[in-house]
């Protein structure tokens, strides 16, 4: 009898190398909490997030991005795109940018105002259906 | 008095050198691809130079290159705003190689475009991390702007302080809405044009001047 349950044994079983996606019935979601984040690097944040979407996992994370880490997310991203293999990323989050509330002195003390609740997942399996400024839509496919 | 007078003028002379030798600010020409990037900085060359950037397509990923045109003097009212021009690759977060397919393409030259794609929008990544002073943001106004892409895109451009002017681009098409683009992102002005016409880049130059000059 397969395995029911994701595999989350040995701690945390987000980290991609203790995963299992169980059988062929689901897609896993990770839902990964702001707290989870802040103690992460810029590049330990995009691995988490790659490689939960290489794994066929769709990622949820409580409060996003800051600004240059997205930027890295794609430059990253790319480097990984391989013919037949991993086509990219779809990733959504509300359309306002949060940039242009912040003062000069929350942007000069590093305080992101990057709480922005955010869905990433493999390009080839999570399509957005609707967007706008208070609602993200989205239909997620097995692979 | 006199050797205030002349200290003045010391001063003077200094600060007209500095602002003289000052490095042309390099503006990146950025946005989604098809949006007409391209179109647009040759249009500037051309105006202004004689020479174009870049080849222009209907085939997304057409430029897989960061391109910069250097020098280019842009003349406003009287004053000459010097500028390097760099067209960028389109910004996207995923490239499959089979939509070439529907554009005639052998796959071994499709999976030569979505490898040469993905090396440019890391490349556009960087310059716009690094090496930009300014952004020109082009969107096609035909299309929805309430895409992930241009959401982040903007963010990021926000966040480095970079001055941006967002060009609602391709108005010669029926379906243009630039009300639309202009609603997506209310914080910043849009100027619309048909960078494929020419139409309204009397505006563009304006605000090329006044945004980066």
Redesign the interface.
């Given at each position: 009898m397969p395995e029911a349950t994701p595999n989350v044994d040995g701690g945390d079983g987000i980290d991609g190398s203790d995963d299992d996606n169980g059988d062929d019935d689901g897609v896993r979601i990770d839902l990964i909490s702001g707290a989870r984040m802040e103690g992460l690097t810029s590049m330990e944040k995009i691995r988490l997030i790659l490689d939960g979407v290489r794994d066929g996992n769709i990622v949820i994370l409580e409060e996003g991005l800051?600004?240059?880490e997205?930027?890295?997310l794609?430059?990253v991203?790319?480097?990984e795109?391989s013919?037949d293999e991993f086509?990219?990323?779809?990733?959504?989050?509300?359309?306002?940018?949060?940039?242009?509330d912040q003062t000069l002195l929350d942007?000069l003390m590093g305080r992101?105002s990057a709480q922005k609740l955010t869905v990433i997942g493999p390009?080839?399996q999570l399509q957005?259906l609707h967007?706008?400024e208070t609602l993200i839509s989205a239909l997620v496919s097995r692979k | 008095m006199g050797l205030l007078t002349n200290l003045k003028d010391s001063i003077s002379k200094v600060s007209d050198r500095l602002f003289a030798d000052e490095e042309p600010k390099r503006i990146g020409i950025y946005g989604p691809p098809n949006a007409g990037k391209t179109t647009l900085a040759n249009r500037i060359a051309r105006d202004w130079t004689g020479d174009a950037v870049g080849p222009e397509s209907h085939v997304p990923h057409e430029t897989r290159r960061a391109r910069r045109k250097e020098g280019v003097e842009i003349e406003r009212n009287g004053r000459t705003v010097t500028i390097d021009i760099v067209d960028t690759p389109g910004v996207t977060t995923k490239v499959d190689y089979k939509e070439f397919l529907d554009h005639d393409m052998e796959k071994d030259d499709a999976v030569r475009r979505s490898r040469e794609a993905t090396e440019g929008v890391a490349e556009a990544m960087h310059w716009l991390r690094e090496d930009v002073d300014g952004v020109i943001y082009v969107l096609d106004s035909t299309t929805d702007p309430f895409t992930q892409v241009n959401t982040m895109l903007i963010g990021i451009i926000e966040s480095q302080d970079l001055p941006v002017l967002i060009l609602a681009n391709k108005t010669d098409l029926p379906e243009s809405n630039i009300q639309r683009v202009a609603n997506a992102f209310p914080q910043h002005e849009t100027i619309p044009l048909s960078a494929l016409e020419g139409d309204n880049m009397d505006e563009v130059y304006d605000k090329i001047a006044e945004y980066f000059g």
């Open positions: 800051a600004p240059d997205e930027s890295k794609i430059e991203t790319m480097t795109i013919p086509t990219g990323i779809e990733i959504e989050t509300y359309p306002k940018s949060d940039a242009g942007r992101e390009a080839n957005t967007k706008d | -």
